[in-house]
T-cell receptor
Framework: DAGVTQSPTHLIKTRGQQVTLRCSPKSGHDTVSWYQQALGQGPQFIFQYYEEEERQRGNFPDRFSGHQFPNYSSELNVNALLLGDSALYLC????????????FGPGTRLTVL | AQSVTQLGSHVSVSEGALVLLRCNYSSSVPPYLFWYVQYPNQGLQLLLKYTSAATLVKGINGFEAEFKKSETSFHLTKPSAHMSDAAEYFCAVSDPGGYQKVTFGTGTKLQVIP
């Protein structure tokens, strides 16, 4: 049983560029949440997708957008990258609308130069 | 809005000693509470969760936590530390119900000294 997978593992971009990160949820899960974890900090909630719709959003600007596909996989897009966007981006999946049991992927390390 | 505060960004214990990681929460409604562990260069793994059932929650790897409403606390304990427990631990809170976002603390890095 595959767990949550994320790609790519690492990514280096320059300021102003755009980036797309990908997540495949754990088998049987239909809800995907995205988190940003800056160095030395706890994860911060970006948004959650269920049934291909954004259900909840944290305090992140519109430069952060997402999408969920019919197979429940998800993408996180960040436009106009800033140095401060450098972080570990974590994807978590769960079943249904309850997030009391989330499974996290290993993350994508984004470095913005 | 809910929040958690983790007291102590770094905690060191000797192998075999008691592990105590502190977490206090703030929430306007009875919360769901969680402890996650993160090993270097890995994602987070759920250790245990409180979702308004028993106040003493047992998790994986011998960890447990007690929900104390009067103290707004949810401290994580383990009677005897192992070297493999060295990792970063995050306390988290959410409102109950669907579509709820999870808010994490800033983490406590646990060092186990042989």
């Amino acid at each position: 049983d595959a767990g949550v997978t994320q790609s790519p593992t690492h990514l280096i971009k320059t300021r102003g560029q755009q980036v797309t990160l990908r997540c495949s949820p754990k088998s049987g899960h239909d809800t995907v949440s995205w988190y940003q974890q800056a160095l030395g900090q706890g994860p911060q909630f970006i948004f959650q997708y269920y049934e291909e719709e954004e259900r909840q959003r944290g305090n992140f600007p519109d430069r952060f957008s997402g999408h969920q596909f019919p197979n429940y996989s998800s993408e996180l897009n960040v436009n106009a990258l800033l140095l401060g966007d450098s972080a570990l981006y974590l994807c978590a999946s769960s079943l249904g609308t309850d997030t009391d049991t989330q499974y996290f992927g290993p993350g994508t390390r984004l470095t913005v130069l | 809005a809910q929040s958690v505060t983790q007291l102590g960004s770094h905690v060191s214990v000797s192998e075999g000693a008691l592990v105590l990681l502190r977490c206090n929460y703030s929430s306007s409604v009875p919360p769901y509470l969680f402890w996650y562990v993160q090993y270097p260069n890995q994602g987070l793994q759920l250790l245990l969760k409180y979702t308004s059932a028993a106040t003493l929650v047992k998790g994986i790897n011998g960890f447990e936590a007690e929900f104390k409403k009067s103290e707004t606390s949810f401290h994580l304990t383990k009677p005897s530390a192992h070297m493999s427990d060295a990792a970063e631990y995050f306390c988290a809170v959410s409102d109950p119900g669907g579509y709820q976002k999870v808010t994490f603390g800033t983490g406590t890095k646990l060092q186990v000294i042989p």
